[in-house]
Nanobody, 114 residues
Framework: QVQLVESGGGLVQPGGSLRLSCVAS????????MNWYRQGPGKERDLVAT???????DYAASVKGRFTISRDNAKSTVYLQMNSLNPEDTAVYYC????????WGQGTQVTVSS
């Protein structure tokens, strides 16, 4: 079955960095677009970054220039490097893909606070 397992979240001070990882299994990872979403307290779940099978990328305006999405097909893993974090980045971050249905990981909490 399709599984997405995120890791790498935590508490970081404003201006700091974190790298999130999402290990995928149960489908041909290299063939699919992978996404990172986030849901802040009391907010909708929003798309943060996308990487296609050919590694082209796209970002939400709020994170462009600060976040970088990448993938390692040999490890079936997608990453989200997050730099210059600010309190507005506090959210649960989810890995997602569409493989005939939308598949989600369990999420990883990122808290940006001094």
């Amino acid at each position: 079955q399709v599984q997405l397992v995120e890791s790498g979240g935590g508490l970081v001070q404003p201006g700091g960095s974190l790298r999130l990882s999402c290990v995928a299994s149960g489908f041909s990872f290299r063939r699919y677009t992978m996404n990172w979403y986030r849901q802040g307290p009391g907010k909708e779940r929003d798309l943060v970054a996308t990487i296609s099978s050919d590694s082209s990328t796209d970002y939400a305006a709020s994170v462009k220039g600060r976040f970088t999405i990448s993938r390692d097909n040999a490890k079936s893993t997608v990453y989200l490097q997050m730099n210059s974090l600010n309190p507005e980045d506090t959210a649960v971050y989810y890995c997602n893909t569409y493989v005939g249905f939308s598949a989600w990981g369990q999420g990883t909490q990122v808290t940006v606070s001094s």
